[in-house]
């Protein structure tokens, strides 16, 4: 065959994902790219050496330097690992099958059964967990490298100059160990490979190549350097010392897990994002020994056959290695996610087509076993397609894949708080308020609903209620600052400035980079007027995130106040670098250059062009853009227009029932227009 075929897979792959591009983030993906963003390489560097998985978190930094946190970049990274993957995947399968064990049996079938295994495992909806789910980039990295070490040692068994293939496989298993910690098994799988189809026992693997087996195992330093740490308990959602859930329940719990895995092989609906699996309860055998127990032969098959030397066996014990770090003693707070099945699927793929091609074979004869093989394999991959195309859509809205969720898995609580802030960020409140009502049904002690409860209630006005549930989510995680700016904001809005003061110092307290709790702070201290210290929260807040638009704007306004129009004008300008067709800032700047006493901060063309596009952006309904381009007019010289557009302001004014204090203002200024002169702003004390 070819040798171009295999290139057919990305081709395929990227026309498969392609609508998917542009979609947003769903679940955790959104604070980790948030978080992708590095001021320099020495503190790149420093979060890499940090990191508990370096390689991966060096790609986010990447895509975020080159695009920001715009998702077609992380999504066409992740559709790219995926399709270089497929291609390693049939490679590994071409050579294994041509080696001396098959060469006889599979010479002239090889590289259709490895096309075959390739594009079926490329196409399965199953993978979509680790390539649409966009940071679980962190699974097929992983495999990338899993399966380039394979190919890699499967390479240096069987050339005549190992030494290049023997570098390669090292540095893949140790750019592997430092993806993600499920590369552990990897030296033994290697092993075992060798062993199985290359040299035919573990002592001629290691005679042979017994440097290339030391240096893969020196890459479990790698592994703990990088994770050692968490094993025992420092992450808060898994090791040993993971308290919510014991190892023994942990492990009991996964022998319905792993069948319910490898019947996605088989039969990939639903596809369920987040389960929410409910642990085993040890002390109801009845519903975790039958799941264990067919688990457990399965693993026993797998083990004889791996003893046996036969090449099932070796597919089967790779399966439970890949699974074996989120599928045995070591708790994880998550039971199941479909994307811990990316590589332990190629297993099965692979296993499953080798097995049909043989009984093909055996059964038919001529060339019946090519056109029934070739027309099994396309009626697969099509339905797959088809399939993953469907599954994709949902990450289209955040609102239906939440809304897929809860449909297949009720009771998960996540799953229904997820779709509630979907709601929310929509305006749906209704929705919104149910959803959070659901959560707090499923388990009355969940501080992000009260707090999301909470926060559609202070959208509604409803301040009064929602400060009940602000204090119920504080009261259940005071040390979380997220919902201390919350209670602030509501606290602000109650007038009681003292206690939404102490709420965002609190709120700093817990997280010092928290610039939106130094913006609000900075409010407070203008309505105490205290101006100093007004403009070093809002600068904080500039200088802890760059792009907070309402930092620019708060800095700015309080510049005004205190006379310094020179600094005001430049925080609008940085202000609308960030939200260039914000209106209120277009009317805010054009009204400082059309208006400001200083002569030689005016600027007539600038403050003109500021205020029509204001005007645009509003429709001509909105007064204060209308005033505001009125004085923008006369301040250019074109009193007649001016005239007349304060006129349209007073207008509306009187139609939106404005204060009578406010429409003598403008009728005010409508004279200055009228008699030739421009209005000026009183110069601040």
Same mark, same amino acid.
């Given at each position: 065959?070819?040798?171009?075929?295999?290139?057919?897979?990305?081709?395929?792959?990227?026309?498969?994902?392609?609508?998917?591009?542009?979609?947003?983030?769903?679940?955790?993906?959104?604070?980790?790219?948030?978080?992708?963003?590095?001021?320099?390489?020495?503190?790149?560097?420093?979060?890499?050496?940090?990191?508990?998985?370096?390689?991966?978190?060096?790609?986010?930094?990447?895509?975020?330097?080159?695009?920001?946190?715009?998702?077609?970049?992380?999504?066409?990274?992740?559709?790219?690992?995926?399709?270089?993957?497929?291609?390693?995947?049939?490679?590994?399968?071409? %050579?294994?099958?041509?080696?001396?064990?098959?060469?006889?049996?599979?010479?002239?079938?090889?590289?259709?059964?490895?096309?075959?295994?390739?594009?079926?495992?490329?196409?399965?909806?199953?993978?979509?967990?680790?390539?649409?789910?966009?940071?679980?980039?962190?699974?097929?990295?992983?495999?990338?490298?899993?399966?380039?070490?394979?190919?890699?040692?499967?390479?240096?068994?069987?050339?005549?100059?190992?030494?290049?293939?023997?570098?390669?496989?090292?540095?893949?298993?140790?750019?592997?160990?430092?993806?993600?910690?499920?590369?552990?098994?990897?030296?033994?799988?290697?092993?075992?490979?060798?062993?199985?189809?290359?040299?035919?026992?573990?002592?001629?693997?290691?005679?042979?190549?017994?440097?290339?087996?030391?240096?893969?195992?020196?890459?479990?330093?790698?592994?703990?350097?990088?994770?050692?740490?968490?094993?025992?308990?420092?992450?808060?959602?898994?090791?040993?010392?993971?308290?919510?859930?014991?190892?023994?329940?942990?492990?009991?719990?996964?022998?319905?897990?792993?069948?319910?895995?490898?019947?996605?092989?088989?039969?990939?609906?639903?596809?369920?994002?987040?389960?929410?699996?409910?642990?085993?309860?040890?002390?109801?055998?009845?519903?975790?020994?039958?799941?264990?127990?067919?688990?457990?032969?399965?693993?026993?098959?797998?083990?004889?056959?791996?003893?046996?030397?036969?090449?099932?066996?070796?597919?089967?014990?790779?399966?439970?290695?890949?699974?074996?770090?989120?599928?045995?003693?070591?708790?994880?707070?998550?039971?199941?996610?479909?994307?811990?099945?990316?590589?332990?699927?190629?297993?099965?793929?692979?296993?499953?087509?080798?097995?049909?091609?043989?009984?093909?074979?055996?059964?038919?004869?001529?060339?019946?076993?090519?056109?029934?093989?070739?027309?099994?394999?396309?009626?697969?991959?099509?339905?797959?397609?088809?399939?993953?195309?469907?599954?994709?859509?949902?990450?289209?809205?955040?609102?239906?894949?939440?809304?897929?969720?809860?449909?297949?898995?009720?009771?998960?609580?996540?799953?229904?708080?997820?779709?509630?802030?979907?709601?929310?960020?929509?305006?749906?409140?209704?929705?919104?308020?149910?959803?959070?009502?659901?959560?707090?049904?499923?388990?009355?002690?969940?501080?992000?609903?009260?707090?999301?409860?909470?926060?559609?209630?202070?959208?509604?006005?409803?301040?009064?209620?929602?400060?009940?549930?602000?204090?119920?989510?504080?009261?259940?995680?005071?040390?979380?600052?997220?919902?201390?700016?919350?209670?602030?904001?509501?606290?602000?809005?109650?007038?009681?400035?003292?206690?939404?003061?102490?709420?965002?110092?609190?709120?700093?307290?817990?997280?010092?980079?928290?610039?939106?709790?130094?913006?609000?702070?900075?409010?407070?201290?203008?309505?105490?007027?205290?101006?100093?210290?007004?403009?070093?929260?809002?600068?904080?807040?500039?200088?802890?995130?760059?792009?907070?638009?309402?930092?620019?704007?708060?800095?700015?306004?309080?510049?005004?106040?205190?006379?310094?129009?020179?600094?005001?004008?430049?925080?609008?300008?940085?202000?609308?670098?960030?939200?260039?067709?914000?209106?209120?800032?277009?009317?805010?700047?054009? %009204?400082?250059?059309?208006?400001?006493?200083?002569?030689?901060? %005016?600027?007539?063309?600038?403050?003109?062009?500021?205020?029509?596009?204001?005007?645009?952006?509003?429709?001509?309904?909105?007064?204060?853009?209308?005033?505001?381009?009125?004085?923008?007019?006369?301040?250019?010289?074109?009193?007649?227009?001016?005239?007349?557009?304060?006129?349209?302001?007073?207008?509306?004014?009187?139609?939106?029932?404005?204060?009578?204090?406010?429409?003598?203002?403008?009728?005010?200024?409508?004279?200055?227009?009228?008699?030739?002169?421009?209005?000026?702003?009183?110069?601040?004390?």
């Amino acid at each position: 065959m070819g040798k171009w075929i295999p290139l057919t897979l990305p081709l395929v792959l990227l026309a498969l994902y392609f609508s998917t591009l542009p979609y947003g983030y769903v679940f955790d993906t959104t604070p980790n790219v948030e978080n992708a963003g590095v001021d320099s390489v020495g503190d790149a560097l420093g979060r890499l050496v940090a990191s508990g998985r370096p390689v991966v978190d060096a790609t986010l930094m990447l895509n975020h330097a080159v695009d920001g946190e715009n998702p077609v970049g992380y999504r066409l990274f992740n559709v790219l690992v995926h399709a270089v993957t497929a291609m390693l995947l049939y490679a590994l399968v071409r %050579r294994t099958l041509l080696l001396p064990r098959f060469a006889k049996r599979f010479a002239d079938s090889a590289p259709w059964i490895a096309l075959a295994v390739a594009g079926l495992w490329m196409l399965h909806p199953l993978t979509t967990s680790a390539v649409t789910y966009v940071i679980q980039r962190y699974e097929s990295v992983m495999a990338l490298f899993y399966v380039l070490t394979l190919y890699a040692v499967l390479r240096a068994g069987t050339s005549a100059r190992a030494g290049g293939w023997v570098a390669l496989a090292i540095a893949a298993c140790a750019l592997g160990m430092g993806s993600k910690q499920v590369m552990a098994s990897t030296p033994i799988a290697a092993l075992l490979f060798d062993r199985a189809f290359v040299s035919g026992s573990f002592a001629g693997a290691l005679r042979r190549r017994w440097g290339l087996y030391l240096g893969l195992a020196c890459t479990w330093g790698v592994l703990i350097w990088v994770s050692g740490r968490d094993l025992v308990g420092a992450s808060g959602s898994a090791g040993f010392g993971f308290e919510p859930l014991s190892p023994m329940r942990y492990f009991l719990s996964q022998g319905e897990v792993i069948l319910h895995y490898l019947r996605l092989c088989f039969y990939p609906y639903p596809l369920v994002l987040d389960y929410g699996w409910i642990p085993a309860f040890p002390e109801r055998p009845d519903l975790w020994v039958p799941g264990f127990v067919v688990v457990g032969l399965l693993a026993a098959a797998s083990l004889w056959g791996l003893i046996r030397n036969a090449w099932w066996g070796w597919l089967g014990a790779v399966f439970f290695l890949v699974l074996g770090p989120t599928s045995s003693f070591v708790p994880i707070a998550d039971l199941a996610f479909e994307h811990r099945m990316y590589l332990p699927l190629a297993a099965v793929v692979a296993g499953v087509v080798v097995v049909l091609w043989g009984l093909l074979q055996r059964f038919t004869t001529g060339r019946t076993p090519v056109v029934l093989g070739a027309v099994l394999a396309v009626a697969a991959a099509l339905s797959y397609a088809v399939m993953t195309y469907d599954q994709n859509l949902l990450h289209a809205s955040r609102v239906a894949v939440w809304s897929h969720v809860i449909e297949h898995r009720p009771y998960n609580a996540r799953g229904w708080n997820n779709l509630a802030s979907a709601y929310f960020d929509l305006e749906y409140y209704d929705e919104a308020e149910a959803g959070w009502r659901r959560v707090l049904e499923l388990r009355p002690n969940h501080a992000r609903s009260y707090d999301g409860l909470a926060s559609v209630l202070l959208r509604r006005g409803q301040l009064d209620r929602a400060m009940a549930y602000f204090d119920r989510a504080v009261e259940l995680q005071p040390d979380e600052a997220e919902y201390r700016y919350n209670r602030g904001e509501a606290l602000l809005m109650l007038g009681r400035i003292d206690d939404a003061r102490r709420d965002y110092e609190a709120a700093i307290e817990r997280r010092p980079d928290y610039a939106k709790a130094y913006n609000n702070l900075g409010l407070i201290e203008v309505r105490q007027g205290r101006m100093d210290d007004a403009l070093a929260d809002f600068r904080e807040a500039i200088t802890l995130d760059p792009e907070l638009a309402d930092a620019y704007q708060n800095l700015a306004l309080t510049l005004r106040r205190v006379g310094d129009v020179r600094g005001a004008v430049l925080a609008y300008r940085d202000a609308l670098a960030l939200e260039p067709d914000n209106p209120v800032l277009l009317t805010q700047l054009a %009204r400082l250059l059309a208006t400001t006493p200083a002569p030689e901060l %005016r600027d007539a063309d600038q403050a003109l062009r500021l205020a029509q596009r204001a005007n645009e952006l509003t429709g001509g309904r909105d007064v204060v853009t209308l005033d505001t381009l009125a004085a923008a007019l006369a301040n250019a010289g074109r009193f007649d227009e001016a005239a007349a557009v304060s006129q349209q302001a007073r207008q509306r004014a009187g139609e939106q029932g404005a204060p009578p204090a406010a429409i003598a203002e403008i009728d005010a200024r409508t004279r200055l227009y009228e008699s030739h002169r421009p209005y000026r702003e009183a110069p601040s004390p």
